[in-house]
């Protein structure tokens, strides 16, 4: 499989606010940083971003749209819609957590039981687990297998 070919231009734009790594195929990490367990999956992009932060994130989309690289493919539109949903769901997990450990301060103070509040909390935060971070497998199994839909 050939490696795609970017603007250069483009990808120095890229560059000069990127605070990740963008690996290149010229780079000595390339190899390294493009397998993946699958060893049948072969794949050379023409760039790697090792995004550092958010703002990283957003400029590779952006990057991508900018130079015609598609975004539209079934397995990138999937995963978009899985972080959206992994969002929804570990946000108020953070809530939970800092009310669970409020209540569990005042337990522990006062020397007393945990509430009643404590486990339906509880039986919340383990419920939003399953959707939160199975999402982010699924996630991870498609960005390595990229299937085609």
């Not at 990808?11 to 990127?18: K, V």
Request: proline share 6%; net charge positive.
């Amino acid at each position: 499989m050939a490696t795609a070919q970017l603007d250069p231009g483009a990808l120095r734009e890229l560059s000069s606010s990127f605070k990740g790594n963008l690996v290149q195929p010229a780079d000595g990490a390339y190899d390294e940083h493009r397998k993946v367990w699958n060893g049948s999956i072969d794949r050379k992009p023409a760039v790697i971003a090792r995004c550092a932060g958010t703002d990283d994130v957003i400029a590779a989309l952006r990057f991508a749209q900018q130079t015609g690289l598609p975004l539209t493919e079934g397995w990138v539109l999937i995963s978009l819609l899985l972080y959206v949903l992994a969002g929804a769901f570990w946000l108020p997990v953070i809530g939970l957590q800092m009310r669970m450990r409020d209540l569990a301060r005042d337990a522990a103070m006062h020397r007393t039981p945990l509430p009643e509040t404590y486990f339906r909390l509880f039986r919340i935060w383990f419920v939003f687990g399953f959707p939160g971070f199975g999402s982010v497998v699924v996630i991870l199994w498609l960005m390595v297998a990229k299937p085609s839909f």
